[in-house]
């Protein structure tokens, strides 16, 4: 049966680690000049909504490197703008390529093109989520700090997608996650009380970013106003002043831990560019990790199909 992965929690535990496990190993084999070419005669389209940098070319390029083809597509040249239903739009796909990969708004809308599409869909970021991001930070975590093994995670500011992905990763891998997000802006509320039922005082909200980042391994930020936010960017300056990592908060938090970013950064908003630019933030490297995790990824869903 065909798999998706539309969040975090589609995956379980081993399934997480196996695909780390297996991106730390295609990360060597490309080094190497040893990668399989495992998607030879597929094709993977994408679909994306939104702008993208990292997501689009590292998809596109895991495709490539694995030896078969990427198809990329937006809103405007198909006829999603004019309104041809999703639920359409899936089945003709899956006549013609191997696995969709999805940027979007409305996070239903990558559950109807999974549902509808018999071949695999994945989540290259919604409003909602963005799995793909997160457990690529989760092997650039490991890759830095030898484990994943008593860790503790503080997400500084937007209570976003990329938040609400960190709040899945912590209830499948079960290690400590501290958010710190101005009044009115944290993550799902659903999600929040899932994780309060499940957590066990694991996944907590901090008002305080200080006391956040004093027992972390990792901070974590991302952009005040996500794709689609943007005229709301001047009222959320104003909230999130408290909310930015810079110096001072990194001296809270302490020495070994180290600062990621899924980009793009404003610098002088939610990060300063002191920070992001020294040598406590590896975020050129977090960004590398898209691209084996996906390799991974593909790999596992329609390449050897292993894990
Ligand atoms: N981090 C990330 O998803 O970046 P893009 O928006 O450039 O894809
Ligand atoms: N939260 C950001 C992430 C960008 C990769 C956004 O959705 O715009």
């Known amino acids: 049966m065909k798999r998706d992965l539309l969040s975090i929690l589609d995956l379980s535990t081993g399934e997480i680690l196996g695909l780390i496990a297996k991106a730390e190993k295609m990360k060597a084999e490309l080094a190497a000049g040893a990668l399989p070419k495992s998607l030879e005669g597929k094709i993977v389209g994408l679909i994306f909504l939104k702008p993208s940098t990292r997501t689009r070319i590292s998809f596109e390029a895991a495709v490539s490197r694995l030896g078969g083809q990427p198809i990329f597509m937006t809103g ?31 996070h239903s809308d990558v559950e109807e093109l999974a549902k509808f599409a018999s071949v695999p869909v994945i989540n290259a970021l919604t409003d909602y989520s963005h799995p ?54 944290e993550p799902d509320s659903q999600l929040r009380e899932r994780a309060a039922r499940e957590a066990n005082g694991r996944i907590r909200l901090i008002a305080d970013p200080d006391e956040a980042v004093s027992h972390a391994d990792v901070l974590y930020t991302d952009v005040w106003a996500s794709m689609g936010r943007e005229d709301e960017a001047k009222v959320r300056k ?29 610098r002088g908003e939610e990060i300063t560019a002191e920070v992001l630019e020294s040598p406590r933030a590896p975020v050129f490297d977090q960004a590398e990790n898209r691209l084996h995790l996906q390799m991974a990824l593909l790999d596992w869903l329609i390449g050897s199909q292993k894990l």
């Open 76 to 106: 405007q040249d198909t006829q999603i703008s004019r309104h041809e239903p999703l639920s359409d739009m899936a089945r003709v796909l899956a006549r013609y390529i191997d696995a969709i990969v999805v940027r979007t708004f409305a």
């Open 238 to 266: 104003e909230a999130f002043q408290r909310y930015q990592i810079n110096s001072r908060l990194l001296s809270c938090a302490p020495p070994h831990a180290i600062v990621l970013h899924c980009l793009p950064a404003h």
């Open 132 to 185: 793909c991001q997160v457990i690529a930070d989760l092997m650039t975590i490991r890759e830095k700090r030898g484990s994943l093994e008593n860790l503790t995670v503080a997400w500084i500011g937007d209570g976003n997608n990329v938040a609400n992905s960190w709040i899945n990763a912590a209830l499948r891998l079960g290690f400590s996650l501290n958010l710190a997000c101005p009044p009115g802006y």
